[in-house]
């Protein structure tokens, strides 16, 4: 399950749909109201994010995508007897990440965080916030003390990024390897050695 938030970077959640989309079964998606609007500001109308957010899916793509309302409570995800697998919440802002560190489940993204958490599955979190404060600090500890997983988006350049796309798939790639799900987004490290 994907989750998206207002924090900039929904280019992060739209690389991570397609790839998801293309390895796994069943992806479920949800967004803030505000995860929605900055997408719309910063993402190409036929991106795959905003196509799946504005219900112009392929038959094929809704196959696999399944979007569920910010405020959808009776959503299956709500659930402990239907949490799914794992959870990516990207990007996450400080809003949600405090929420959801206070176990406030006010709507589908923070209740799926909680149940996820609740049913000892994948949590998976991506701040994106520059400084931080210690109130996004002690958040953060919080969830890592609860079980979930911190990944926050900063692409790495030890990889000599060619574009800009290189530095999204970075951040990508770190979340699918969480989630043990191969990829070639990158070369490993250790095929320079070979
Ligand atoms: C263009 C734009 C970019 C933003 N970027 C960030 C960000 O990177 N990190 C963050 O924590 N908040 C950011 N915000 C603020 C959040 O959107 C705001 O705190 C909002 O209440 C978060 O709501 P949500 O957590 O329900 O999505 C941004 C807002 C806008 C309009």
């Known amino acids: 399950m ?19 989309s293309e390895k796994i079964e069943r992806v479920y998606l949800v967004a803030s109201a505000t995860g929605e609007k900055v997408a719309k500001h910063e993402l190409h109308s036929d991106s795959l994010l905003l196509r799946a957010l504005s219900g112009r899916l392929e038959k094929s ?3 696999v995508i399944r979007v569920f309302a910010f405020d959808d409570l009776f959503a299956p995800c709500a659930s402990g007897t239907s949490a799914p697998d794992a959870m990516v919440v990207t990007p996450c802002s400080m809003g949600t990440l405090s929420r959801i560190a206070a176990g406030n489940s006010g709507n589908l993204l ?7 958490l609740k049913q000892r599955r994948k949590l998976l979190i991506c701040p994106r916030e520059t400084p931080l404060n210690l109130i996004h600090l002690r958040n953060m500890t919080s969830l890592v003390e609860a079980g979930a997983e911190m990944i926050p988006l900063m692409p790495g350049f030890y990889q000599h990024p060619k574009d800009i796309n290189a530095l999204i798939d970075f951040c990508v790639g770190k979340i699918l390897e969480q989630l043990a799900i191969s990829h070639e987004l990158y070369k490993p490290w250790n095929s320079r050695m070979r």
């Open 2 to 20: 994907i989750g998206v938030t207002g924090a900039s970077g929904s280019v992060y959640a739209d690389r991570l749909l397609e790839i998801l």
């Open 61 to 63: 793509e809704k196959s």
């Open 110 to 116: 923070e209740r799926s965080a909680d149940v996820v």
